[in-house]
């Protein structure tokens, strides 16, 4: 029986794993070695895909509670500590569904799989060390784009021809 | 020249993350393949010195870890070349790959100090915030011990942005370096004064966190958090801040007369439901003494219970359960909703439901709970229905069956637990069928009863989770036979071919209940011979009255049957059944002449007689409880080093270690040849002398290596019959106190708790010691809060200066502090009316606030000392 050390407060892990049981996106604020993670991400999602719709999005699983909330096709999980409040897990999650909707434009499992790095990134924005940091979605779309900005400025100086053939003639 | 072409065209040519996931989607060639192929690429991509070549295979490997599982601890050193690119993109994509892959033990961890310092200081928010967020992540000692002031100065920033990052960074970096709390905390201290919702959310978090881990230390700044309660309007910060105060009230019960009415000022006026429940959870857990305010959260959690919503339910239910120890009245109150949620179709409700019910259970209700649960527990599917066992095994064995009052009908209910189709707490019901017979006295009939009624049943012998029931019950009808109705049949059950199915350790207890069986008929029926014969029999006419008087026939028939029985297991290759089967058949051997030929049985002379009584001894000492804590009361002896080093023992028993092996083997035949042989034993004068030989070897080893043995009182070690300096577990197990029994106390009662042994004390298996989660993170807390009490210290001083030179202690303190929140709360009440006494306040405020930006930046000096 391994016991796992939680270091990070709040959210120790976030987990988006389709009804089929792909994953879509992890994310993890505790140390977990990759074994771990393999093994916590099929543990989980054996659990929480076999629940039936009109059950409470918790599940205590190891010591901890996992709150899940489906959309469409998609399961959002946070594990947290047992006396996190779980409400307001289940506000974050929706806060992140939220962001991710106005930032593709209704969003669906297809976006996130191909824009893998920009759910990530909205993430980041949203949580910092397992800890809601940003709860206005303006300011997280705001941020997101700005970055995506200073992304695309410099993509278009590095592919410019005169960029490529400086390269060239190095 | 070559090699830059070939950078290019791996430049140009190379798959972007978005072509591998189309890829993906695509391929036919099965998903290992796949990714077995892409790593190949990967590998010669990241290799290249181009480094946008290098980020895009980067980017590719973290998603191919991320969501598939790949290792990627191999290209640590690549994600620390690509974070010291100057581009924006290739710094993400590194820094992503590290907070992913990186651990304290990565190597090249040393390496990107210098970078994240770098990025600290950069003027590009964006790249700011990249190095926190890896920071907060990653950190370690060393990393946070160097970057401490970088954090410092970023703590002050004018960006919000990037000030809330480093308020949720510091946790980690306190964590990792307590050293840092002399230089941060006063500055986080002042952001709890932020008008920023966004900061004050984050400094609340971090304060939350620290009074999680260590309440004490945040005790100083209880006025604060206080006018945050207040004040604040945003949810997410008031879940934080109540959480916070429920871990100082815990610390500081009066703190719970201040914040009460806030609380429950936020419960009325929310709509909330999460701040609703953090507030009743609040109260409930921290807050219980406060009549009020326990009576508006159970209120709540009534409006909980019957919204239709199962989130709601289930943790409604959940606080009913931290309410339920020290206000019953709350879940008796909902007892209907309860019993309702243990048919809801959720298993979480279903168990938290079971939870609350079996907190309700009391000497008066448990049998009518445990009917229901009973019934529940049939017609629910495997988990739950164990769940439900468990469940009421544990609540009524709690505290040595404190609240079973009718033990046949406890006794009963575990008997119809076996039966139960899905049961498998096996051990559990064996273990309390044997406890109740070791402790209850007037049980033991109804568990003979239970017991034969278990043994009989031939569908239990088949179900692999029962057998321990069985091996409980095979024991207890051997036992208390005394008890039983029909030892003849008792024996032709515990002998049925069908015990074959059981395992061999189960088996040998049912020959050997058998054999205590045996030797129960033989005595009664030599007592009843000589009841008829002498008059000095009167002691056994109550016991042989309840029997069936055994006549001569009976007797030889039951041998015969044992004998039948036995027979063909003492070929068995189990050593155990092997063993009880020889013991059984051994005693028949030197008994059954003496029957045949049907000699004067009751004549005390007689070889039966005599070996009958013999074992009779041998099974009459009855057996006890043993404490749990039996060990810890044998004392250790005088002069016995336990903690002296016996390295020198191999040097000392080097030339005795063959032999001893031997003769340990040796030794152990003949024993167990002379445990058959008891007529031999009988016959010798000292009945447990250690072989000749081997005595001697003892004698001279211990004339060698006296220091190694305990004294004794007398020098001769063949001394038998010597009292031991060891109490006996059994004698320990005397040491009892009978259950004071007091029948004040339920006039009502039909009929009386019979009496239940009860050793003094720590008869409750202990709980193990605490689960240490990791000695080094306890000192890492231990240190922390010890950095932030004398940070704290150093800032009331600053405050106090005028009023006391002496340390506060905690309670001035805390007496300080109160004054400080009935200072906060007048001024609110009169904020309106006297706006000069508000602008003394605030100038206050920032006189105190120019002090500490004064002995802040003396102390940003510290840091400096120790680059």
């Known amino acids: ?170 | 020249m070559s090699s830059s072409s070939t950078s290019i065209m791996d430049n140009l040519f190379q798959r972007s993350l978005e072509d591998l996931i189309k890829g993906f989607r695509l391929q036919l060639l099965g998903e290992s393949n796949f990714i077995s192929r892409a790593l190949e690429e990967i590998r010669r991509e990241i290799k290249v010195t181009d480094l946008s070549t290098k980020s895009t295979a980067l980017h590719k490997l973290s998603y191919l870890a991320a969501l598939h599982g790949v290792d990627m601890s191999w290209a640590a050193f690549h994600a620390v070349e690509v974070v010291s690119s100057p581009r924006f993109q290739h710094k993400r994509i590194g820094y992503e790959a590290i907070t992913q892959s990186f651990h304290e033990q990565t190597s090249v961890l040393l390496l990107i100090t210098n970078q994240v310092r770098k990025d600290l200081n950069s003027a590009n928010e964006y790249e700011v915030s990249l190095a926190l967020e890896c920071l907060s992540r990653i950190g370690t000692h060393d990393l946070a011990r160097d970057l401490t002031p970088e954090v410092f100065t970023l703590l002050g920033s004018s960006k919000a942005f990037v000030k809330k990052k480093a308020i949720g960074v510091v946790l980690r970096v306190f964590e990792k370096y307590p050293d840092a709390v002399k230089v941060c905390f006063k500055r986080l201290v002042e952001n709890l004064e932020s008008s920023d919702p966004q900061i004050l959310s984050a400094v609340v978090g971090v304060f939350c966190e620290l009074a999680t881990r260590d309440p004490g230390s945040c005790l100083p700044l209880a006025p604060e958090l206080y006018k945050v309660l207040v004040d604040s309007r945003n949810n997410w910060v008031l879940i934080k801040v109540l959480k916070i105060f429920a871990k100082l009230a815990s610390v500081e019960p009066r703190l719970g007369k201040k914040v009460a009415e806030p609380i429950c000022e936020h419960m009325r006026r929310t709509v909330a439901k999460s701040l609703v429940f953090e507030c009743v959870r609040t109260v409930v857990s921290s807050l219980s003494d406060h009549e009020a305010a326990v009576k508006l959260a159970v209120a709540k959690i009534r409006e909980f219970l019957v919204e239709d919503d199962p989130n709601l339910k289930y943790l409604g239910l959940n606080a009913l359960s931290i309410v339920a120890p020290k206000h019953l009245w709350a879940v008796l109150e909902n007892k209907e909703a309860v019993v309702k949620a243990l048919s809801d179709e959720d298993p979480n409700v279903k168990l938290e439901a079971l939870h609350l019910l079996m907190s309700m259970v009391n000497e008066d209700n448990v049998s009518e709970i445990s009917r229901i649960l009973m019934n529940y527990a049939l017609k629910s599917d495997p988990f739950f229905c164990n769940e439900i066992i468990f469940s009421v095994l544990s609540a009524c064995s709690r505290n040595a069956y404190e609240i079973i009052v009718d033990f046949d009908w406890y006794v009963s209910l575990l008997g119809e637990m076996a039966r139960i189709p899905h049961c498998q707490r096996g051990e559990e019901i064996e273990h309390q069928l044997i406890d109740i017979g070791m402790r209850v006295r007037d049980a033991r009939p109804q568990l003979v009863r239970v017991s034969w009624a278990l043994l009989i049943d031939p569908a239990l012998l088949g179900n692999l989770f029962l057998h321990p029931i069985l091996s409980a019950a095979a024991w207890i009808s051997g036992e208390y036979v005394e008890f039983c109705k029909n030892p003849y049949e008792t024996v032709e059950v515990l002998l049925q071919p069908r015990t074959g199915l059981l395992p061999p350790s189960i088996r040998a207890v049912y020959i050997h209940s058998a054999f205590k069986v045996l030797i129960f008929c033989l005595r009664s029926y030599f007592s009843a011979e000589e009841s008829t014969l002498s008059f000095s029999a009167q002691e056994f006419s109550s016991a042989s009255s309840s029997m069936n008087a055994f006549t001569y026939e009976s007797i030889l028939n039951l041998v015969n049957v044992i004998e039948l029985g036995l027979v063909p297991l003492s070929g068995t290759h189990d050593v155990e059944v092997q063993e009880r089967t020889k013991n059984v058949l051994g005693f028949i051997g030197m008994i059954k002449q003496d029957l045949a030929e049907k000699l004067n049985l009751q004549d005390s002379e007689t070889e039966v007689f005599r070996v009958t009584a013999f074992m009779e001894d041998v099974f009459s000492e009855e057996l006890g409880p043993v404490s749990a804590t039996a060990q810890d009361k044998v004392c250790v002896p005088g002069g016995l080093e336990l903690k002296e080093n016996l390295g020198d023992l191999e040097e000392i028993c080097g030339e005795f270690l063959k032999p001893v092996d031997s003769v340990s083997y040796t030794d152990k035949i003949s024993f167990s040849v002379s445990k058959l042989r008891i007529r031999d034993q009988q016959e010798a004068s000292s009945s447990s002398s250690p072989p000749h030989e081997a005595s001697s070897l003892l004698a001279e080893h211990r004339k060698r290596h006296g220091m190694y043995y305990l004294p004794s009182q007398k020098d001769d070690p063949d001394s038998n019959g010597t009292p031991n300096d060891y109490p006996l577990a059994n004698e320990l197990a005397n040491e009892i106190s009978p259950d004071p029994f007091n029948p004040k106390k339920k006039p009502n009662q039909s009929k009386q708790r019979p009496v239940v042994v009860k050793l003094e004390e720590g008869d409750e298996s202990r709980n193990p010691p605490q689960a240490k989660s990791n000695i080094e993170t306890v000192n890492d807390d231990e240190s922390l809060s010890r950095a932030i009490q004398s940070a704290l210290l150093v800032k009331n001083k600053g405050k106090e200066k005028d009023k006391s030179e002496t340390n506060p202690n905690s309670g001035q303190q805390e007496k300080e502090e109160s004054s400080r929140i009935e200072d906060h709360q007048n001024s609110e009440k009169k904020k309106k009316k006297k706006k000069k006494k508000n602008g003394e306040r605030s100038s206050k405020h920032k006189s105190r606030g120019r002090n500490e930006v004064a002995s802040a930046s003396e102390q940003v000096i510290i840091p400096d000392y120790l680059l």
């Not at chain 1, 407060?9 to 987990?15: D, T």
């Not at chain 1, 469409?72 to 996190?84: H, N, R």
């Not at chain 1, 996130?112 to 790095?117: A, D, K, Q, S």
């Open chain 1, 1 to 170: 029986m391994t016991c796992l050390i939680m270091l990070a407060s709040g959210i120790h892990f976030v987990l988006l794993v389709s009804r089929q049981g792909k994953v879509r996106l992890t994310k993890w604020y505790s140390p977990y070695a990759q074994k771990e993670r393999s093994k916590v991400i099929r543990e989980l999602s054996g659990v929480i895909l076999n629940r039936g719709p009109k059950l409470c999005n918790f599940v205590e699983w190891r010591g901890y509670k996992v709150v899940y909330k489906r959309y469409a096709s998609l399961y959002f999980c946070m594990c947290i500590d047992q006396e996190d409040n779980e409400l307001e897990v289940l506000e974050i999650i929706h806060h992140y569904v939220e962001i991710l909707d106005r930032y593709f434009g209704s969003v669906c499992e297809l976006d996130l799989i191909f824009n893998f790095h920009k759910a990530y990134y909205i993430l980041d924005e949203l949580l910092i060390a397992g800890e809601l940091q940003e709860s206005s979605k303006k300011t997280v779309a705001r941020i997101i784009s700005a970055q995506d900005q200073l992304v695309e400025v410099a993509k278009e100086e590095a592919s410019s021809i005169s960029n490529i053939i400086a390269q060239a003639t190095k």
